[in-house]
């Protein structure tokens, strides 16, 4: 009779443990995993598939080694902005803050190259041959009073429009997707340069030269200008202002810390390399079927948050959705990105006086980054070769593995010589993100107004029945860790409201979400 009463509370607690409600989160990049740690924490049941092998999704820290002070090179998500609160909150509660640092970005270091028309240059001594460029790229119709374009400025002065559109005419041409490039380069100079041309530019012009452009300081001072630019520049400028901000962070000893310090913040289950290849929503819940290896099999949960990609999600056998959500899911474009990273002997860029930042080494490879030098003496440095978006990635991502990374060895030796000292280059290593649907790149939007892009987050965020839907696709960030976030916490909140006694509070930021027990 002794053991009567623990053996009741056993079977009590197993009772109660199955009326709370099941949830199977598809996905275990960032969006799934905040999903299902949110989830927990409003005592909700938790499992999270993935169909590759890692978690982190489109965060990927590669390490070159085992072990500690192995050199590290991110292949994916690389950088944060300080003005992304949720990102910095949730980096907070992992207790990782202590390890934020600078990033050092495009255009950061003074050292680092230019691709100019001329040949590589240094950052520093960039602006004489962009400017010329620039004046010589420009038309009649640019040579109206106040467009910037007089042939002869005064010796040792510099005409604040040109070095305007010559500054901005790089960053576009080093960020841009090919596709976009010479539209952007378009309207730069039939739209914006002639806005620019009616304010004075002078005091956002920097550097001991005066030769430089300031752009966030000239932005912000006029913030009206962006209303006269078409919705394709407006919208890439947000990009623009964003990649070049001196206010970016990363996280020391690899970004995929925050993933995993998520993951082993779960109870519930991580089952990697389980893909979804169907998804039947129903009034009573959700069957969701499932392959691993040679194996397929059929579960049942009370909820599910989808998190993948578009792309991933059209290849399963769908069944409950409406005409609407069939149609957003070709409706959101993804830009395929591609990475190569390189594993040097030394950091042999340092002879160079090249501490970080990046250089815009143009032709195929697009960007080439100088990571921090993390890796123990005597284990070589990482060096991220080339970092590429749009139809470039795209041509580098339908190569084979090898044939990529000699592609961007010969192409960045031209810049950079030692490359090919014999042992300098000691692996490579590379990603395609775009190259398969399982390995897409990220969800843009741009040429779109704000409002059409508030539609497509809103249809592809959108519940369908019991089924969610997360993901930087689903958010008004997408391509960004804030995005992928945001829309976890969304579709977290919209579920939540399917539990009676559920409530709204605020966290910091402001952002609405559900809190709720249940009973």
């Known amino acids: 009779m002794s053991g009567t009463p623990e053996l009741w509370h056993v079977h009590e607690f197993d009772r109660l443990e199955q009326k709370r409600p099941h949830v199977l989160v598809v996905g275990a990049g960032i969006a799934g995993l905040t999903a299902a740690y949110e989830l927990e924490r409003r005592h909700f049941r938790v499992d999270v598939v993935e169909a590759d092998s890692r978690i982190g999704g489109r965060i990927r820290t590669h390490r070159f080694g085992t072990g500690p002070g192995a050199p590290s090179v991110e292949l994916g998500a690389m950088r944060i902005p300080d003005r992304h609160r949720l990102t910095l909150e949730y980096i907070d509660r992992m207790g990782l803050t202590g390890k934020l640092r600078t990033f050092s970005t495009l255009l950061s270091e003074e050292n680092a190259f230019l691709h100019t028309d001329g040949g590589f240059v240094r950052i520093r001594d960039a602006s004489g041959p962009l400017c010329a460029g620039f004046r010589a790229g420009l038309g009649p119709q640019d040579s109206g009073p106040g467009s910037g374009s007089d042939p002869d400025p005064r010796p040792g002065e510099h005409d604040p429009v040109v070095v305007f559109g010559a ?3 790089a960053i576009v041409d080093a960020i841009a997707p090919p596709d976009l490039r010479e539209a952007l380069r378009a309207d730069l100079r039939l739209q914006l340069l002639d806005l620019v041309s009616r304010i004075d530019p ?13 752009l966030h300081s000239l932005f912000s001072a006029h913030p009206d200008i962006r209303s006269g630019c078409s919705g394709r520049l407006n919208s890439f400028l947000d990009d623009i202002l964003t990649e070049t901000s ?7 000893g690899g970004m995929d810390q925050l993933p995993g310090r998520l993951a082993a913040r779960l109870k519930g289950r991580i089952q990697c390399g389980r893909r979804v290849t ?6 009573d819940g959700v069957l969701v079927r499932i392959r691993g290896g040679a194996r397929a099999t059929v579960r049942r949960a009370d909820f599910v948050v989808c998190t993948v990609p578009f792309p991933a999600l059209r290849t399963m056998r769908l069944r409950g959705l409406d005409d609407d959500k069939r149609a957003v899911l070709d409706d959101v474009v993804y830009c395929p990105a591609t990475k190569v990273a390189l594993h040097c002997r030394e950091p042999f860029w340092h002879d160079e006086g090249i501490r970080g930042g990046a250089s815009f080494t143009g032709g195929l490879i697009r960007q080439t980054y100088y990571p921090p030098v993390d890796g123990s003496p005597g284990r ?5 070769a080339s970092y590429t978006i749009g139809d470039e990635a795209e041509r580098l991502g339908r190569l084979s593995a090898r044939r990529r990374h ?3 060895l010969d192409e ?5 010589p030692r490359l090919r000292e014999p042992g300098m280059v000691l692996g490579a290593t590379s990603a395609a993100w775009g190259h398969s649907r399982r390995s897409v790149g990220c969800a843009t939007r741009w040429g779109k107004s704000a409002a059409e892009c508030e539609e497509e987050r809103r249809r592809a965020a959108r519940p369908v029945g019991r089924l969610f839907f997360a993901g930087e696709h689903c958010s008004a960030a997408p391509a960004w860790i804030e995005g992928a976030i945001a829309s976890a916490l969304d579709a977290v909140n919209a579920l939540v409201h399917y539990v009676p006694g559920a409530r709204t509070v605020r966290i910091s930021g402001g952002r609405d979400r559900a809190e709720g027990v249940l009973r």
Request: no cysteine; net charge positive; hydrophobic share 55%.
């Open 406 to 408: 000699r592609v961007v």
């Open 278 to 283: 169907g998804i039947d929503v129903r009034d």
């Open 202 to 214: 002078a005091p956002h012009l920097r550097g001991a030269a005066r030769d430089r452009i300031d």
């Open 167 to 169: 500054w901005l005419t």
């Open 412 to 416: 960045l030796a031209i810049a950079h």
């Open 380 to 384: 070589g440095a990482a060096l991220l």
């Open 246 to 252: 001196p206010a970016l962070l990363r996280l020391d």
